[in-house]
T-cell receptor
Framework: RKEVEQDPGPFNVPEGATVAFNCTYS??????FFWYRQDCRKEPKLLMS???SGNEDGRFTAQLNRASQYISLLIRDSKLSDSATYLC???????????FGAGTRLTVKP | EPEVTQTPSHQVTQMGQEVILRCVPI?????FYWYRQILGQKVEFLVS????????KSEIFDDQFSVERPDGSNFTLKIRSTKLEDSAMYFC?????????????????FGPGTRLTVL
């Protein structure tokens, strides 16, 4: 089983659509969870951390289910500018390496 | 807003040559990292560095690789004898390491990357 596994995508959605990404991780001792966004040939940029209780930041909602080792990201009212690759990232040991999923590519079309 | 910076943005080298990739982490951060991303593939961890020593390294980080913090601001990755398969984007990251899980102090911030091309 891969350490961090994501929906392979790609997701092609119209503007205004709601889209959800899923991610599973294999290390049950993992402590920190993140969604990063990566534009083509750019560095990963933090989109949001994921808390156990779930958290929301504007149009973005992240959920964590520790029992199922599952993380999700929901994007509502998608914009053209949301087009990017979304990376599920898990930090198993504090302050040590982060493990990245392969990413899910999203294209929002007019 | 403080940023991680990296130089050069693009490095072209001949196979077998040594390269040094440079990073300036965010100034109050204590933990530093190198990652690489081969074109079309996922981001892979190389090494983490804390308190002037390597704290963890991946199997990719073999004897050809080394890291150094030569002064109070720079963090470098050296590849001693480059191979074709070292061609990738190399990202430096840093974190303060002072926050609870999920907080900004627990988050790694990435530099813009150095694109290494080995010919």
């Amino acid at each position: 089983r891969k350490e961090v596994e994501q929906d392979p995508g790609p997701f092609n959605v119209p503007e205004g659509a709601t889209v959800a990404f899923n991610c599973t991780y294999s290390n049950s001792a993992s402590q920190s969870f993140f969604w990063y966004r990566q534009d083509c040939r750019k560095e990963p940029k933090l989109l949001m951390s994921v808390y156990s209780s779930g958290n929301e930041d504007g149009r973005f909602t992240a959920q964590l289910n520790r029992a199922s080792q599952y993380i999700s990201l929901l994007i509502r009212d998608s914009k053209l500018s949301d087009s990017a690759t979304y990376l599920c990232v898990v930090n198993a040991v504090r302050n040590n390496d982060m493990r990245f999923g392969a990413g899910t590519r999203l294209t929002v079309k007019p | 807003e403080p940023e991680v910076t990296q130089t050069p943005s693009h490095q072209v080298t001949q196979m077998g040559q040594e390269v040094i990739l440079r990073c300036v982490p965010i100034s109050n951060h204590l933990y530093f990292y190198w990652y690489r991303q081969i074109l079309g593939q996922k981001v892979e961890f190389l090494v983490s560095f804390y308190n002037n020593e390597i704290s963890e390294k991946s199997e990719i980080f073999d004897d050809q690789f080394s890291v150094e913090r030569p002064d109070g601001s720079n963090f470098t990755l050296k590849i001693r004898s480059t191979k074709l398969e070292d061609s990738a984007m190399y990202f430096c990251a840093s974190t303060s390491g002072t926050g609870a899980p999920g907080t900004p102090g627990d988050t790694q911030y990435f530099g813009p990357g150095t694109r290494l091309t080995v010919l």
